[in-house]
């Protein structure tokens, strides 16, 4: 037996990943990956902007699963208006089938 | 021409990894991928109920990728039924187009 | 608001990023994430057949998200038909949802 849900991904420069955090958690997520990497362009990082701040091409990739799919809305929103008009990165929702549904969702 | 197949996602516990790994193998599967990240809660680790076994938020995602859908469901129960009722994790699978056929596939 | 995007998975040796960076960035995509990883089989490395050659297990994923679904199958045949004949190697393709549909696309 499986269920829908919903996979957040969001990749953003590594000095954003508290402030992502932040969101996934105080919206109502119940857990989330993070995983390291590096990027260019509008999916990473655009290290000619600012050199002196970040490390060239250090990114972070942070994976929410939720069955709740107004909920992934909700971080999707909010992730993208508090960073990413001044910040590259990107945030995109797809379907996936889950075999837990009580280890997700977000209450 | 490309073909639809099921790529299975597995987020578990870093020390799980090599037990998982055993399941992929047996159940079939030509192949995997394995990513090193963190994490915390459903997703990842409950780092507070085990402290001393596992460094916090140490997890990993295994991924496959296979042509035959009934494999990946077997995968999923069997990591499933043996590891995520009394460790943290999630599997869940979802649908990819693939560019080469013949290099997926459980036989 | 959100629109459809395609997002383009390459897991190879990581001895061919570089050269698969070239064929993204040549096609036009505006962006794409690197992430380090192991892994084995089609889907990573066959480390029994050259074994002098890469580190054991050494992989990297290459992730693309483009509005231009025909940009992604694009990346998909090119990486495909100039590395995954000599190459252990993937390439697949899956469709998600996006909210900043000016920070992707191909041109």
Redesign the interface.
Known sequence: M?YK?T?I?I?AEKLLEDGIIKIVEEAG????????????????LRTRDRPAVVGA?S?V?I???TADHDLA?RI??KV?TKY?GNY?G???????????PK??GGQ
């Open positions: 499986t849900a996979r991904s990749t997520a119940t857990g989330y990956t993070v995983i390291e990497g590096s990027g260019k362009g509008a999916h990473g091409f990114i990739k994976e929410v699963v809305e999707a929103e993208s990413f590259s990107i945030v995109y929702l797809d379907e996936v089938e889950i075999f837990r280890k997700f």
